[in-house]
């Protein structure tokens, strides 16, 4: 079984919105929701696992359990940092789960074949992400700003996601990671940081991460007419406001 984990704890800062980015609304629905139909395109993944912030819980589980086209999925509560949310996200896990994918719910665009590419990479060597070469000269600056030096653009990949690993791989690095009192900046650091070798898997440069309105606005490019037609089909105008319902009752409860 293969089980798709969805940290969607985060917050709508560098969005300048009152809410978490993921209620987006992107073409005519919510970010979190493109990704869920993305991976429901996919049927090597059985279940989700959606790791929302405390208070969203409740109302982002009542607004899923209602979606046409959405596999079975479970609501939890996140945690102070991304790495805790994917860990709680962990111990919900189904026992008959063998691997696990980690996605950020606010990465929409992202598809079938790079899910699959993924998948087939972990059953061969029990970790692998997706990622994308970088395009542009990196430079390593010093603490004056001066250019320290320049690595060599062909070893340098972007990571993205989806990043997935068996099961008792990925439970073993995060338990080992609060042990230690390590905090990584994604999954894969942390399955590096037991010695585990983690396979890079070619990804897509359109499977962008939305964190700001220049993002958004990508997004709608990349999705076009056609896809927002077939979006109109999938989810019901009724689904539309219970989103916006929930929002403004997430936002209220701030105030």
Request: charged share 20%; aromatic share 6%.
């Amino acid at each position: 079984m293969i089980t798709a984990i969805f940290p969607a704890a985060g917050k709508g800062k560098r969005m300048g919105a009152p809410f978490n980015k993921v209620f987006a609304a992107l073409s005519d629905k919510p970010i979190l929701i493109h990704t869920l139909l993305s991976f429901s395109r996919c049927s090597a993944v059985d279940n989700f696992i959606v790791v929302a912030a405390p208070d969203e819980v409740e109302p982002v589980a009542k607004v899923l359990h209602s979606l046409p086209g959405i596999k079975p999925c479970k609501v939890v509560a996140g945690g102070t940092e991304r790495q805790y949310s994917v860990y709680n996200g962990l111990r919900q896990v189904s026992p008959k789960t063998d691997i696990v994918l980690v996605h950020d719910a606010a990465r929409p665009l992202i598809s079938p074949n790079v899910i699959n590419n993924v998948i087939s990479e972990v059953v061969r060597s029990g970790a692998a992400v997706a990622a994308v070469p970088v395009t542009n000269t990196i430079k390593v600056i010093g603490d004056d700003n001066m250019v320290v030096n320049t690595p060599d653009r062909n070893t340098l990949w972007m990571m993205q996601t989806p990043q997935g690993f068996k099961k008792d791989l990925l439970v073993g690095a995060h338990e080992q990671a609060r042990q230690d009192g390590y905090l990584g900046t994604d999954d894969a650091s942390l399955v590096e940081h037991i010695g585990h070798p983690v396979r890079v898997v070619m990804g897509d440069y359109k499977n962008i991460k939305i964190t700001s309105p220049d993002d958004l606005i990508y997004a709608e490019a990349i999705l076009g007419k056609k896809a927002v037609s077939k979006v109109k089909a999938e989810v019901s105008v009724a689904i539309s406001n219970a989103f916006e319902e929930m929002k403004a009752k997430i936002f209220k409860t701030r105030i």
